[in-house]
C-alpha cells in the first residue's frame, strides 16, 4: 500500500512539474539520438494515429478529447479507439513490423507452477534475468504478462531523457517501484485541470504505450500454461 501510495504522488506530480521549454526540448532530442531516427519516426506517426482517432470518438479538440479518454480509463472502461482490425493493423506496421516493439515490451521466456504458485523468468539480455511468481487458486490459467523492457533502446532513450526531464524522471522512478503500472494509475497521474501535458512529447507516448496498448502486439501473446491450477494438482 506504501509503494502504491508513492506511485499515486509521482504519477499525479506531472502535472504540477512546469519545465522550462528548452529543457523539454533537449529531453526530446536526446531521447531520439538515443532510441533512433527509424524507431522514433515510427512512434511518432502510431501517435498521430492514435489522437486523430480521439479527436473523432470524443472531441476536435485534443485536449478535451484526453480528458475524455483519460477520465474513462480512471474509472475502470477500456474505450477502443481502433476497432480490432485497425489497431492489429497500426501496431504491425509501426510496431512489430519493424521491430520497435521489442525495444519496449518483453516477454517472459519461460513459465512453470510451484505449488500453486505461477512463475515467470524474464530474461532482458545476456546479462540482466527476473523472475515474477504470484499465487493461482480454482481454474485462473498460469498467464505471464508483458513487462515493460528496461534495458530496451526505449527506456535507455527514457534514461537519457530524465535529465532534462522532470516528468520523466518520475515516470521511470514509478514503473521502477511497480514494474507494470495499471492503465487506471496511470491516467490518474496524468489527469490534470492544466491539459498542456497533454501536448507534451513524452505525456503522448506514456498515453499511448502505457495506457491503450499496453505492451500487447501480434504475435506477442504472453506466455502462459494449459493447465489451471486445479488441473495442475489432478
Known sequence: MIY???????LASFSLVCSVQG???????RFEAVFGEENSEALTSLVNLFELSLKTKYSNNIDVAYRFYLTEIES??????????????????YLVDTEVWNEIWLKADSVWMEGNECCCKYRYN????ETRSFSLSGDTVCSCE???????L????????????????????????????????????????????????????FILLGIYLRGIGLNKKPLF???TVSEYFS
Not at 502504491?4 to 509521482?10: A, D, S, T
Not at 529543457?23 to 532530442?29: D, G, I, P, R, Y
Not at 534514461?159 to 491516467?187: C, H, K, M, T, W
Open 4 to 10: 502504491f501510495k508513492h506511485i499515486l504522488i509521482i
Open 23 to 29: 529543457q523539454n526540448n533537449e529531453a526530446k532530442l
Open 76 to 93: 475502470g472502461k477500456s474505450p477502443a479507439i481502433w476497432h480490432k482490425e485497425e489497431k492489429h493493423k497500426w501496431v504491425r506496421k
Open 126 to 129: 545476456d546479462f540482466a534475468r
Open 146 to 152: 508483458v513487462l515493460p523492457n528496461k534495458y530496451g
Open 154 to 205: 526505449y527506456f535507455d532513450a527514457l534514461r537519457v531523457a530524465s535529465q532534462f526531464d522532470e516528468n520523466v524522471r518520475d515516470y521511470l522512478e514509478a514503473v521502477e517501484i511497480a514494474g507494470v503500472i495499471s492503465p487506471s494509475v496511470l491516467a490518474s497521474g496524468l489527469s490534470s485541470e492544466n491539459t498542456k501535458y497533454y501536448h507534451e512529447y513524452f505525456a503522448k507516448r
Open 225 to 227: 500454461l494449459q493447465r
